[in-house]
């Protein structure tokens, strides 16, 4: 059984996860809505309830990368002056 | 398995009340409240909080959980890198606006006190690194005495209002100078024993503690403040900066946090607590960011905006982090209503808050069928529709408005729909065997197995039809059933057997096997994480039994023991729902299963004696 659920969900603040969902599953947020989940019940329950879209591992890191890419372009955009060490270019992400 | 006496070489206390000054890691059972209880260490975990009204990053924090203040930043579309002047206030519910500053900026973080008393100095307003200084009152900002040496990129400051201390940054390069305030003015103090920016802070101006930051390179070190020198604390875990942690009035040198930042490569979402001599980790955060907002406590944090690494740049979102006591709640049985008419044999369907039972043999051993229907409402049960004829040992599958029956005796291919008031005939199964198991929904059924002889034959129904499945690999009766048409459970059943089969929606495959094998028994909930209860040994058993998809482990019995009983057997594994069934005489008793669960409360509802 795969470790991992994908899918996308726009986090709607206040009780979009609660510290009981984060005992019960893996939860991290990426770029782009996407939520990588922990694969068990809850997890799969919690997607659903948060009215997600779920994805394969590929669509996902589609998303993410597209978020990343368009991350980077504004980036590489920004004045020359605003390229900080305290402001670095948006890095690739590889999902779990 | 071993027991918490093998393991720790303690028992577990048997407490009528929690005790009044828990240690961290001590377990105990409290008789009142029937929980087993632990004082936590690494139970804290975060959750979402209302999402800010503007993302940004490049900003800074104070405050409480649940009275945070989040100033300036950087938002797009100020020109040239100007940072903003609005500012947000959060009750741990939602964020409204506060009082603009009068000098927009980012990279600020020389930032102390509380939602309704704070000051704020430093920060870079896009061509130029700011001296300014302003204090707010809940309300507005009022410019104040400025730094003496104007500086950006600090997010060091800690203290009040009326106390401060704004620590390093960047003037063209890291500096090491550190200013107090006084509540009139900022004077220069004992510098830092090295140059850094952007670190973490927390504490008060005599016992204060900055953590991590950019020299650069990234640091792991910690100086500690006692008002006059700088001394060397714990080294975090890792080397980071840009840091969300514990500003404000509840953070102190010994009891700090550390959220999120920067490795050098990419924003982080993992979290670290000081207690005065080394960092622990405790939860990551749900999202990596940096350069956000942080307020708080180590037991009670918010961190706000800030940026993810990827597009969006900034962020809107608040995560809020929540330390405890841990409570396990046991998996329990309830009672619930008791039926009208005590039955066995009988048949149902739906969830635990809106079942049906139906049908059943009232008196036994003499014959005594009934058609009478009732129906379930969470509390109690009350009289529906009766079935157009008298019936017992067949199945039900479905919910209370839209629920079916199949494989009574004697009349084992007739189908019959429940609408939540009328009964109407449904579709002739093939196979004429009465005590199937039976799963799935009115217009996606599944029924398995049956006697006379007992059968491994399998049934689909689309609402109208039934058509042949795959056949069972064992041949039995009266057995557990739970899932739905496309992923169905088979345990148990007669032949006496704790043989589990897992449909996949073609063909049925072995998996793990009940612990105590049984017939008559009742199932409920999904492939993945079902429910078996009750049943004969022969005899009468009241074990409860949860499936995780691969194995049966046993959990808390219920009350009565029973078999040939039914249930709500579209329950959930963890809300599911028993009534009925023979004990030496037929039993109009109904259970209601609660699975176990955790919850973690805050430390200071801890109740005591």
């Known amino acids: ?96 | 398995m071993a027991g918490y006496n093998e393991l720790r070489g303690l028992r577990v206390k048997y407490l009528s009340a929690d005790p009044a000054n828990p240690e961290d890691g001590q377990v105990w059972y409290n008789s009142t409240t029937g929980n087993l209880r632990a004082q936590g260490i690494g139970v804290g975990a975060w959750s979402s909080g209302a999402n800010m009204g503007t993302a940004r990053y490049n900003m800074t924090g104070t405050g409480t959980q649940t009275a945070a203040l989040g100033a300036g930043g950087y938002l797009p579309g100020l020109s040239p890198f100007a940072g903003a002047k609005n500012t947000e206030e959060y009750d741990g519910s939602s964020w409204t606006n506060g009082g603009n500053m009068n000098q927009g900026k980012h990279e600020a973080g020389c930032f102390a006190g509380s939602q309704t008393s704070a000051i704020i100095a430093s920060g870079y307003a896009g061509t130029s690194n700011l001296s300014s200084s302003e204090s707010y009152n809940g309300s507005s900002w009022t410019n104040t005495p400025s730094l003496n040496v104007a500086r950006r990129a600090t997010y060091q400051g800690m203290g009040s209002k009326a106390a401060a201390v704004c620590i390093g940054g960047t003037v063209s390069t890291a500096v090491s100078n550190v200013e107090e305030w006084n509540d009139s003015s900022w004077t220069s103090v004992t510098a830092l024993p090295a140059v850094r920016r952007a670190g973490g802070s927390s504490g008060t101006q005599t016992a204060g503690i900055i953590f991590g930051g950019d020299i650069p390179p990234k640091t792991t070190t910690s100086f500690e403040y006692d008002g006059t020198a700088w001394t060397a604390g714990g080294a975090l875990p890792t080397a980071l900066s840009g840091m969300q942690g514990t500003n404000g009035p509840q953070g102190t040198q010994t009891a700090a946090g550390s959220f999120g930042g920067s490795n050098g490569t990419s924003p982080v979402a993992s979290s670290f607590n000081y207690n005065g001599t080394s960092w622990s980790v405790i939860q990551s955060m749900t999202e990596a960011r940096q350069v956000g907002g942080g307020a708080g406590s180590t037991t009670a944090a918010v961190v706000f905006g800030g940026a993810p690494g990827g597009s969006p740049a900034r962020s809107n979102s608040t995560e809020e982090y929540n330390f405890g006591t841990t409570t396990y709640n046991p998996a329990t049985w309830a009672s619930g209503g008791n039926l009208s008419t005590a039955r066995l044999q009988l048949m149902g369907f739906g969830i635990q808050t809106s079942s049906v039972a139906a049908g059943g043999n009232a008196s036994p051993p003499d014959p005594n069928v009934v058609n009478s229907v009732e129906e379930y409402n969470g509390a109690s049960w009350t009289s529906g529709t009766a079935l157009p004829s008298a019936r017992q040992t067949g199945n039900g599958f479905g919910i209370q408005t839209a629920g079916a029956l199949v494989g009574a005796i004697t009349i084992a291919t007739t189908t019959e729909e429940y609408d939540g008031s009328t009964w109407t005939a449904g579709g002739t199964a093939n196979d004429n065997f009465y005590k199937p198991g039976a799963t799935g929904t009115q217009t996606a059924g599944l029924k398995f197995g049956g006697a006379t002889p007992v059968t491994t034959q399998t049934e689909e129904y689309d609402g109208s039809t039934w058509t042949e499945g795959g056949l069972l690999n064992t041949a039995r009766e009266q057995m557990g059933s739970a899932g739905t048409q496309t992923a169905g459970l088979a345990f148990g059943g007669s032949p006496y057997t704790g043989a589990t089969e897992e449909y996949n929606g073609t063909a049925w495959t072995s998996s793990g096997s009940l612990n105590t094998s049984r017939a008559g028994l009742i199932g409920s909930g999904l492939q993945t994480a079902a429910l078996a209860a009750a049943g004969g040994l022969p005899g009468v058993s009241s074990a409860t039994e949860l499936y995780d998809g691969t194995a049966w482990s046993t959990s808390t019995s219920m009350a009565t023991a029973r078999r040939l009983l039914a249930s709500g057997n579209t329950s959930p594994s963890d809300a599911s729902i028993v009534f009925g069934g023979l004990t030496t005489v037929s039993s109009n008793a109904t259970e209601e299963f609660t699975g176990s669960s955790v919850s973690n409360n805050p430390a200071s509802n801890l109740t005591v004696s």
């Open chain 1, 1 to 96: 059984m795969a470790l991992f659920i994908y899918g996308t969900a726009t986090n709607t603040g206040k009780g979009f996860f609660t510290a009981e969902d984060r005992r019960n599953f893996h939860l991290r947020g990426f770029p782009g809505d996407v939520w990588v989940i922990g694969n068990n019940e809850k997890g799969a329950y919690w997607l659903a309830e948060k009215n997600g879209v779920e994805k394969t591992k590929a669509e996902a890191q589609a998303i993410v990368d597209a978020k990343v890419a368009e991350a980077q372009a504004a980036w590489d955009a920004l004045p020359e002056e605003q390229k900080t060490d305290m402001n670095p270019r948006p890095t690739q992400i590889t999902l779990p």
